[in-house]
């Protein structure tokens, strides 16, 4: 949850008609799944 954490806190703005949208790019270099996380949210 930490990079969860870490994008809900950068700076927003709307451009257009999107809301919400980071000032700076926000890029996620990699991701996993935790096998043990998936068969939580099944039960």
């Known amino acids: 949850m930490d990079v969860?954490?870490?994008i809900s806190r950068?700076?927003?703005t709307t451009r257009g008609v999107m809301?919400?949208?980071p000032?700076?790019?926000v890029?996620?270099?990699k991701a996993t799944i935790k096998e043990q996380a998936v068969?939580?949210?099944l039960l």
């Open 19 to 21: 809301a919400n949208v």
């Open 27 to 29: 890029v996620i270099t």
């Open 4 to 6: 969860v954490d870490a």
């Open 39 to 41: 068969h939580e949210r």
């Open 10 to 12: 950068v700076q927003t």
């Open 23 to 25: 000032v700076e790019t």
